[in-house]
């Protein structure tokens, strides 16, 4: 009969004993058969997929993993817009229904921005490459790991994208913020820019251009366009709640961009208010209405 343990050993393979400095073999970790065969969240987040494809058509997606999307590790695509990645995280999801929720206040509308930009930054930088470093434990000098690769410059859309910054500075420190500001006519709904600055050394960097809302995808596509402008050639674009019709424009607009949300909603309003969405995110944000 087999045994209902799994023997793994650390992915090091060897470690060191302090005192002696002698090579030992790494000590074998026992886990549960059960727990080896099936991880957890592949199974919540196929329920959750379910739900929400129920619900809204556009929510009918897989996860990258299952059809070769090497955009980011626990989020999903669809085969509609592969550029795309969606987050699926269960506390995600539970903070964007009450982001929502046209009864939240301003003030915890505020933090629920801040604390999924920052859940969502965890995800959308799981791709990010690393470079083995020496480290001096308090034991003995070990090897570890840190970030490589370009530097990583925020750039919020004002206004709304303001609400997106720290959570992700709390993650990632040592990034850059630039901003760019733009604002929808309302009567055309095409974007009118204001304000532009950014690090000088854009080609060197890696931007994750931020705001809430991709509703027509018109101030999404110029932020874009300006940074290119300014020499930027790796962007990704992060927002909370993604329109089709945005996606769609920003996609054409810019193929090479990868683009993350919260939710694919299901389409815009003739005020360009995306459905059902959140709402007005700026206002929200700042209590302006
Ligand atoms: C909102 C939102 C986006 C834009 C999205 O900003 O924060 O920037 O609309 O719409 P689009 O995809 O159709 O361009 P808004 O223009 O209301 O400005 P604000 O953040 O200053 O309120
Ligand atoms: N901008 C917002 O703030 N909300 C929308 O639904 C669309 C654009």
Redesign the pocket.
């Known amino acids: 009969m087999s045994s209902p343990h799994a023997r793994c050993k650390p992915s090091d393979g060897l470690i060191r004993r302090a005192r002696s400095k002698r090579t030992i073999p790494a000590p074998e970790v026992v886990v549960s058969r059960a727990a080896a065969k099936q991880s957890p969240r592949p199974y919540r987040a196929e329920i959750a997929s379910e739900l929400l494809s129920s619900q809204w058509p556009f929510l009918g997606a897989r996860p990258a993993s299952q059809i070769g999307n090497p955009l980011a590790f626990g989020m999903h695509t669809t085969s509609d817009f592969p550029a795309l990645a969606i987050t699926r995280h269960p506390l995600i999801q539970h903070k964007l229904t009450i982001l929502r929720d046209r009864s939240t206040p301003t003030k915890i509308f505020k933090e629920l921005v801040d604390e999924i930009a920052m859940l969502m930054a965890y995800e959308t930088t799981s791709d990010l490459p690393l470079e083995p470093t020496p480290v001096e434990t308090p034991l003995e000098p070990a090897s570890g790991w840190r970030v490589s690769g370009k530097k990583m410059t925020l750039v919020p859309?004002?206004?709304?994208?303001l609400g997106m910054v720290e959570g992700i500075l709390r993650l990632v420190p040592s990034a850059r913020v630039g901003h760019i500001g733009?604002?929808?006519n309302h009567e055309t709904?095409?974007?009118v820019d204001y304000y532009f600055k950014v690090p000088g050394d854009a080609s060197e960097r890696q931007f994750f251009v931020l705001?809430?809302?991709?509703?027509?995808?018109?101030?999404?596509?110029?932020a874009v366009a300006s940074l290119k402008r300014a020499g930027a050639t790796d962007i990704r674009f992060m927002c909370l709640v993604a329109?089709p019709e945005?996606v769609r424009?920003l996609t054409a607009a810019h193929p090479d961009i990868k683009i993350y949300c919260a939710s694919l909603d299901r389409e815009?309003n003739e005020q360009?208010y995306i459905l059902p969405g959140l709402g007005?995110?700026?206002?929200r944000?700042?209590g302006?209405r």
């Open positions: 859309i004002l206004r709304a994208g733009l604002y929808r709904l095409e974007p705001d809430p809302m991709l509703a027509t995808g018109g101030s999404a596509a110029v329109a945005g424009r815009l360009g007005d995110a700026g206002d944000l700042f302006t």
